[in-house]
């Protein structure tokens, strides 16, 4: 296992590539995950010489982009996110569209050289299906179609799409959800993205570790809570027993990246660099 810096954490107060770089180099990680909104590698804005410099600035501080992690909504707070590319969507023209922009974003990853992309759901607006137009059924149904059309180009450009457990997504939290999602688009280049703090707020990560063991791709995010709110805490802030998460990922046989993907403003740094020699010292312990 290996802890690698997941780049939304510092991006959401302000640093920028160079910066998150720097930050990883300095911390002793060699790895990142790329956060993909509309200020950050937004891909229909991308071109080959911007690519170029990306990946000679990855070179330059001897970094590899292992994962990207594509933002499909917009937020003005913690509570309310509003989908503008949905996989779920009821609209077909809409879901389409989703799975188009997805497709350029495993283009991106491919040319980085990242091997997985994060997936959100899509999402369900009305989860009170007594006042849904639409039932559970269908955006599942919606969300498959359109999982097995990003799975044939994921194949032909050689990326893995990890499907996550998302929150804000209203369904697919569960992880019987998941493995069934990944089990329906049946194909080798779509896994499950395990958020464990996400998870936590549902059932304990062990039992989503158990379930998912064998459809897990590379990359999980790792942060804490009380199991109460999905906050992404930094580890030790919260309940969640990581010697216990990483020692049943250890008797899986997983053996991938590990990304704090903290969500909490204050010390950053120094919760970053405490959060990321916990781990190190549990992944030094159980190996």
């Given at each position: 296992?290996?802890?690698?810096?997941?780049?939304?954490?510092?991006?959401?107060?302000?640093?920028n590539f160079e910066d998150c770089l720097k930050i990883a180099r300095d911390l002793?990680?060699?790895?990142i995950?790329?956060?993909?909104?509309?200020?950050?590698?937004?891909?229909?804005?991308?071109?080959?010489?911007?690519?170029?410099?990306?990946l000679s600035k990855l070179d330059s501080f001897r970094i590899k982009a292992v994962s990207t992690c594509p933002i499909p909504f917009t937020s003005k707070d913690w509570q309310t996110f509003i989908f503008e590319f949905n996989l779920a969507s009821q609209s077909d023209s809409e879901r389409t569209r989703a799975v188009e922009w997805y497709k350029l974003n495993m283009n991106l990853a491919s040319e980085l050289g990242a091997s997985t992309v994060v997936v959100v759901p899509g999402k369900i607006d009305e989860p009170n299906f007594m006042?849904?137009?639409?039932s559970y059924k269908q955006y599942w149904s919606s969300l498959i179609k359109s999982l097995k059309e990003c799975a044939k180009h994921a194949e032909d450009v050689g990326v893995t799409l990890g499907v996550e457990n998302t929150v804000v997504s209203n369904f697919i939290n569960l992880p019987g959800e998941m493995r069934q999602v990944v089990d329906e688009v049946n194909s080798d280049n779509v896994k499950a993205y395990l958020d464990i703090a996400n998870a936590n707020v549902y059932l304990s990560p062990i039992v989503y570790i158990e379930e998912l063991k064998d459809k897990l791709c590379e990359c999980?995010?790792?942060?804490?809570?009380?199991?109460?709110?999905?906050?992404?805490?930094?580890?030790?802030?919260?309940?969640?027993?990581?010697?216990?998460?990483?020692?049943?990922?250890?008797?899986?046989?997983?053996?991938?990246?590990?990304?704090?993907?903290?969500?909490?403003?204050?010390?950053?740094?120094m919760n970053l660099k405490d959060t990321k020699e916990k781990l190190l010292k549990i992944i030094e312990g159980i190996t």
């Open positions: 296992m290996e802890v690698a810096l997941q780049m939304g954490t510092l991006v959401k107060v302000g640093y002793g990680l060699r790895c995950e790329l956060w993909i909104d509309k200020n950050h590698f937004w891909p229909e804005y991308m071109n080959k010489t911007q690519i170029s410099e990306i006042k849904s137009n639409y999980i995010h790792a942060t804490d809570n009380d199991g109460t709110y999905p906050y992404h805490l930094p580890i030790g802030m919260g309940t969640i027993d990581y010697e216990k998460v990483l020692q049943k990922l250890k008797s899986i046989g997983w053996d991938g990246y590990i990304l704090p993907e903290i969500f909490y403003d204050k010390e950053l740094m």
